[in-house]
């Protein structure tokens, strides 16, 4: 008996009573296929038991409606539809603490797993993806013109002072817990904010190098503009100073 091997599939998967457009099965296949083929995949998905040892053990399934279980078995059943439902939100409950690949007997990091789901959320310009990562633009800022670090003490009225009276909000009381808990390697911005000229063209080199830049035009374009802007000045600079070298 002969049969079209394509007449049972949906060509379009979505909630009948949402509504969100259905999304094309193609498009469904291309973002597992994103997730599946990243190197690191084999490596994180071992196979899944069912077990929940992980769920039991994440903080943030404690406050959140997420739970790593949930999201392996999506990886590990291959659910299309599923895969694409977690990454509009619950992938980005996660706290990536990595609790769960301590302790999953399978060997599997569901907060691995989870990190490639959200850099495939990204790449395919999700717009959870671009909700998450927009209040986080001005510290992306701060890092990637400045330095490459956070410190503690960036959050200040001097440091972020496009962020206006709100600032304060936060500043005192991060004062007041420092002098409570001294940390010992604590960073500031003169530490951490003073990067020269040639670590900074070999980090914005680095960044090119890698699609992080290409991610961020995906999430943020206008981000993505000043900081080229910012790169082109700082690697004008450096070849000035290169130049004043050879005279
Ligand atoms: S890495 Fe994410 S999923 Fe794993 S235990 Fe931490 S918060 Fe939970
Ligand atoms: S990922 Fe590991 S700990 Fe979590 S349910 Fe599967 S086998 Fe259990």
């Known amino acids: 008996m002969s049969h079209s091997s394509t007449s049972r599939i949906q060509q379009y998967i979505g909630d009948p009573v949402t509504d969100q457009p259905p999304v094309e099965r193609e498009q469904l296949e291309e973002i597992f296929q994103d997730i599946q083929g990243d190197l690191r995949f084999d490596h994180e998905l071992n196979g899944c038991l069912n077990c929940g040892i992980c769920t039991a053990t994440c903080p943030a399934a404690h406050y959140y409606d997420f739970s ?17 439902d977690a990454m509009q939100e619950k992938i980005w409950s996660c706290a990536q603490c990595y609790t769960c690949a301590a302790r ?8 691995g797993l989870i990190m490639l789901m959200r850099e ?8 959870s993806a671009k909700s998450v990562l927009r209040p986080f633009s001005r510290v992306m800022l701060k890092l990637i013109s400045t330095g490459n670090q956070l410190s503690p003490d960036m959050i200040n009225p001097e440091g972020f002072a496009d962020w206006g009276p709100n600032i304060s909000k936060v500043d005192a009381p991060l ?70 070298q050879d005279d």
């Open 68 to 84: 790593p279980r949930e999201i392996v078995q999506l990886l590990w059943t291959e659910n299309l539809e599923g895969i694409h």
């Open 104 to 111: 999953c007997p399978f060997g599997n990091s569901p907060g």
């Open 120 to 127: 495939t959320a990204i790449k395919h310009g999700m717009e």
């Open 175 to 244: 004062e007041l817990l420092r002098k409570a808990i001294p940390m010992p390697t604590l960073h500031t911005t003169k530490t951490a904010w003073e990067v020269n000229l040639k670590t900074s063209v070999e980090l914005y080199t680095i960044w090119e190098e890698t699609g992080v830049l290409d991610s961020l035009e995906t999430i943020d374009e206008n981000l993505f503009d000043v900081i080229c802007d910012i790169m082109d000045e700082k690697r004008d600079d450096y070849d000035d100073w290169l130049d004043e």
